[in-house]
């Protein structure tokens, strides 16, 4: 098998920065250090070399509010390589007869297309012997993360007592609970109260889900997942309601992730009052953009460490599409795109600005979620060993957003405009050149499922920690009891 060297870079890992060559024999990484040599030489003078970007939270050909989002795995895949992301992790979603194995059958074949590695999350959306059965076989099959929606009223919803129920189930297996944090009650009368008042735009999305009710569903969810006794990932953490839950909730030792969006980052709730119906429109999507203040928080927590990935939950519906809604914003498909425009965006709007060091960007952006998903140090590490997912960053490259030049399949960017400075000079996907100046050259089909682990070891310490202070019966002498029972 030829080898490979990239020289001249500066690796970024998530703890440190230094310079190094790098060889890669086949698909993985063989050795880091100096004057390495190799078959093919690759000049990475000047650029910084960072484990490819995972994006943990995307929606590919998802079937959603009667249509199907626009990007499936071939396109959207194209549009994470040209935007550094080597690997995404999509989420399955059972039908309403369907068993948790079909859809999966199911998300395998539509995944087939996909040009970067890939993985998925398990929903769970209803609760019965069949979902509780299937769930240790889709944890066989390489899955230890499943979803619950908390929201969607009607549709992918699930109660209190599914979730307590599924959470527990996730415990027993070994397995990690995800959760879309919005009381979805409050949202669906909400959303009726302002189309009774005549409240039907666009912006209307965003008054009928306040960062109350994402707080809320963020503090129910972690109080569930801790009487449950497993961990807790909230997925797109959008406002400072839902962030301070988390935080508090980590400061008492619990197990809880949070993952910001990049479009919560950096755009803001103003987008929805545009003049255009079409231009609010494109941005629909749950939990809605919010006031500016929110931003600050959920960038130092970033920093801070409170909050320790950056996703996109990339699902893009076209104009068209989202014209379903005139006059009935419910009816609006809720999602934006993202997958071209994370790493660039969070460096341009973080690193430079020096709200996040270079290695907080490869923590939040790879390094952290390969850790959750228990697939560290195959992916989110350049390390001997580590699956060639290599980013080679030209720290001073330019570019301008626009829907004209992008990979995605829809006719937007919801960053349109925005200009980057920083961007990928070529994307490595297991030691292939996928993306090279603009090109993304790996093929639809290239991809390769990861598999994942249960038991990962929070889930064990959590274990353990839950068996030591589990209530135990305190065993009393018959002398200590009252006469005659
Ligand atoms: O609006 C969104 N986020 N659409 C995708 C489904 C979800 O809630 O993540
Ligand atoms: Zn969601
Ligand atoms: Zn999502
Ligand atoms: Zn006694």
């Known amino acids: 098998m030829a080898t490979k060297v990239i020289k001249g870079g500066t690796i970024i890992a998530a703890d440190r920065s230094y310079k190094a060559d790098v060889l890669i024999d086949g698909e993985t990484i063989a050795a880091i250090g100096d004057n390495l040599s190799g078959d093919e030489v690759i000049d990475a003078t000047g650029c910084y070399l960072m484990p490819g970007g995972i994006d943990p939270h995307t929606h590919l050909q998802m079937p959603f509010m009667g249509t199907y989002s626009s990007d499936d795995f071939d396109t959207g895949t194209a549009a994470a390589l040209a935007g550094g ?178 479009q919560h980052l950096v755009l803001d709730e103003s987008e929805y009052k545009n003049e255009d119906w079409d231009y609010a429109a494109r941005r629909v999507m749950s939990p809605p953009f919010r006031d500016k203040r929110h931003q600050d928080g959920l960038w130092a927590g970033l920093a801070a460490g409170s909050l320790q990935v950056v996703a996109t939950d990339h699902c893009a519906f076209t104009t068209e599409q989202k014209r379903f809604g005139l006059g009935d914003f419910t009816r609006i498909p809720n999602g934006t795109g993202g997958l071209e425009d994370r790493l660039p965006v969070l460096w341009t709007k973080g690193v430079r600005t020096g709200r996040l060091t270079p290695n907080e960007f490869v923590a939040v952006t790879s390094t952290n979620i390969a850790r959750i998903l228990n697939i560290y140090p195959k992916k989110g590490a350049i390390l001997p060993g580590s699956d060639a997912d290599i980013v080679i960053w030209d720290p001073e490259a330019k570019k301008t957003i626009s829907a004209g030049t992008q990979k995605s399949a829809i006719d937007y960017n919801v960053f349109e405009g925005i200009e980057l400075t920083g961007l990928p000079r070529m994307t490595l996907s297991r030691g292939r050149i996928a993306y090279r100046d603009g090109e993304v ?45």
């Open 85 to 262: 992301t080597t690997m995404v992790v999509d989420f399955v979603l059972p039908g309403s007869e369907g068993g948790l194995l079909d859809a999966l059958q199911e998300w395998f074949q539509k995944a087939g297309k996909a040009r970067t590695d890939y993985s998925f999350h398990m929903a769970i959306t209803g609760w019965n012997k069949q979902i509780f059965d299937e769930m240790p076989e889709v944890v066989a099959r390489g899955i230890n993360t499943f979803k619950h929606f908390m929201a969607y009223k009607g549709a992918l919803m699930v109660n209190d007592d599914e979730m307590f129920a599924s959470f527990q189930r996730c415990a027993e297996i070994g397995a990690m609970p995800l959760v879309h944090a919005e009381n979805g009650d409050v949202v669906a009368h909400l959303q009726q109260k302002l189309l009774a008042e005549g409240n039907n735009g666009p912006e209307a999305h965003a008054y009928s889900r306040p960062p109350e009710v994402e707080g809320e569903a963020t503090n129910r969810a972690i109080m569930i997942a801790d009487q449950a006794g497993v961990p807790l990932y909230v997925v797109h953490v959008s406002c400072e309601e839902s962030h301070e839950a988390i935080r508090r909730a980590r400061q008492k030792g619990m197990r809880v992730f949070g993952e910001p969006l990049i």
């Open 441 to 485: 050259l790996a093929e639809a089909g290239d991809g390769r499922f990861v598999e994942r682990e249960p038991h990962a070891a929070v889930n064990r310490a959590l274990s353990t920690w839950k068996e030591l202070v589990a209530p135990r019966k305190v065993e009393r002498k018959p002398e200590h009891m009252p006469a005659g029972v």
